[in-house]
């Protein structure tokens, strides 16, 4: 789902509450409420509005550490608190969680992420992907989600999406094509 975070997209969202239930789509959110970084990307209206109005509809929510802190209102400094933390989003939230990017293993030169699918844990780990120019890795957590949604709405499950969605962004990352003076970005893999 790409909201934009406008709040008038997300006032908008009453036809979508209407009619989803009725659809039975799975809806994918990336919450885009606060960067890495603890910046906040939204205004508080929109922030109130994606936790009361969004959130509860989703079939699956992705976040960042940061996002899961300020939902569950407690630090997740390590790898036991990420997964104690995914769980009581996806307890909290009733469906599925994806926490991206938990730096606990990231220090090990791994890229770990955390998913609750139907209440069972699971780690997504994948290498490090060396030294990177600055801005490459900008759209990976967009690339990650749109790939997790483009696989379900081809009929796959939430263990498989996510694997080929994971290898996707790493593949892609692997492949860093320069575009302009000091600046690669993400490419699709060959």
Known sequence: LGYGGSVNALKAMGALEK??????????VDASMISPAGEFL???????????????????IILNVKEAEWLLDRKLSSKEDCLAGALAAAEKYKCQILLENCSAENAQGKVCDIAVLENEPYLLVSP??????????????????????AM???????KDALRAAKAHVYGSLCETAHV???????YPPL
């Open 128 to 149: 490090a992907v060396g030294e990177l120019s600055n801005g490459t890795e900008h759209g990976m957590d967009c690339a990650f989600s749109s790939g997790i949604a």
């Open 180 to 186: 302009g003076k000091e600046f690669d970005c993400m």
């Open 19 to 28: 009619g989803l239930p009725e659809e039975e789509l799975p809806l994918i």
């Open 152 to 158: 379900i709405s081809t009929g796959s499950g939430w």
């Open 42 to 60: 939204q205004d508080k209206e929109a922030l109130q509005l994606i936790k009361s109005n969004l959130l509860p509809l989703a079939s699956m």
